[in-house]
């Protein structure tokens, strides 16, 4: 992509230098051809609207003022200048094709097509009317344009294009390949085919292959933004800020399209941060803008706008699929909905088990998240262990495989997996604290447990971790902690039954003394315990346990 610059492109000129030319004039304006050789476009147009204004036009002049405001990326002005051409007698009928391409870029697709209708025949006519019916999702019409394209670059350009956004990025990167094979100086296509491997994760050999353009073309908005993405997957976001502090520094007010990238991908790289005041107003602008917007109501919670704002988009590459499954299973999960937990297995299914997904580490995580929802937990391990290297020291992920593992009864290493976890809002999630909890219990490490109780306020949450911890304790023969929970929901909820756990827990701690298992001295806890209680068979155990205590010299005072 080409970059304007603030100033005229004549120089740098000192005061000095300017009053010498007015006296010498050795020094000569640059020509429209020397402007558009130097890629300068802003120079070009400065030049042609001054020769315009005095009188002095170019040959076709209009339609180098289009061809340049094109490239500066101001189709809104492209747009306008072309419309008043076509209400000249003598236009020439091709520019009804470059007003087609003007609204094709401002996603005015109806008027688009209505202008290129009105042109002749032309391969540029074919190739606008190819990318329309791709954008109507229109596959009859699309097979007709495609069979209409020739062995020539343009045309193979627009078909490349075209894989490319059909997410058949090595389609795409194999006709690329065949026009450098045959066109060895057409170097932007180098970085057509790194944006490939972007796309294919394959972000190393994006970098490797992006270098030898931007060594030629050092200043292109398009590669220095793909290095930074690159840099954003490879390390991070202030690594990629770094890279993209260049093309901050060299991108102008006249190039708008630079300057809506940047706001964009800064808001990606600071992960989120100014997204309600960036993100809105690029969402038809750019398309990732409204994905991001969704991915970030998702990390505020706020799970009901993200639905609201993906609800209507019909999903065409595997990100969005992925999106609006995960957009689903997060609103079925919070509003209790079988309906959206059903609508997002089906998106992960359908990305996971499609031949150009299904190996990749996108691709198996959605086939982990399906098998989830249906509570496959066999599954879900065999697909999130083929990909956990590349996983180790993320939260969400060590989240889900520590359940799966929990689920299928590997608490051991459940246990690990949660602990390796560092992210406070997962900690203190009671998803998270009921696991690991559960997993404490099993692994005979109930003080743990029980200590993550008494981290807890008082709420709904804190009284069913209780629950669990009484029951399960219960189960393991953990009777010390056992009793200790069902006293704590005794004293909350006095009206329910919970004497018969605490009773029963108390009589297996005394259990457990008699077998040796459980030190002599915990015989006075049970009895502060049992005191605690109003129920009636309280004083006969009380007395059995003093009797017992008393015979074997067990000082309960």
Known sequence: MILSRVKPAVGAQTTGSISEKKKKNKTKVPSLEEYLQQRDYLGALTLLEFQRSVGEKEENADLWICYCAFHLGDYKRVMEEYKSLTMRPDCPAEVWVYLGCALFFLGLYKEAEEAASKAPMSPLQNRLLFHLAHKFNDEKRLMGFHQNLEDVTEDQLSLASIHYMRSHYQEAIDIYKRLLLQNRDFLALKVYVALCYYKLDYYDVSQEVLAVYLQNIPDSTIALNLKACNHFRLYNGKAAEAELKNLIDISSCSFEFAKELIRHNLVVFRGGEGALQVLPPLIDVIPEARLNLVIYYLRQDDVQ???????????????????????????????????????????????????????????????????????????????????????????????????????????????????????????????????????????????????????MGTSSDSFSLLQLIANDCYKMGQFYYAAKAFDALEKLDPGSNYWEGKRGACVGIFQLILANKEPKETLKEVLALLRSSGNPQVEYIIRILRKWAKDNRVLLS
């Open 305 to 455: 706008e993200a639905y609201n704002l993906i609800q209507d988009l019909v999903p065409i590459t595997p990100q969005e699929y992925i999106l609006k499954g995960v957009v689903n299973a997060a609103l079925g999960q919070e509003i209790g909905s079988r309906d959206h937990l059903k609508i997002a297995q089906q998106f992960f299914q359908l990305v996971g088990g499609s031949a150009s997904e299904c190996d990749t580490i996108p691709g198996r995580q959605c086939m982990a998240s399906c098998f989830f929802l249906l509570r496959q937990f066999e599954d879900v391990l065999i697909y999130l262990n083929s990909v956990k290297g590349y996983f180790y020291n993320d939260d969400t992920f060590n989240f889900n495989y520590a359940q799966a593992k929990a689920v299928l009864g590997n608490y051991k290493e459940a246990e690990e997996v949660f602990l390796l976890i560092q992210n406070e809002k997962i900690k203190n999630d009671y998803v998270y604290l009921s696991w690991l909890a559960r997993c404490y219990i099993m692994n005979q490490k109930g003080q743990l447990a029980w200590e993550l109780y008494l981290k």
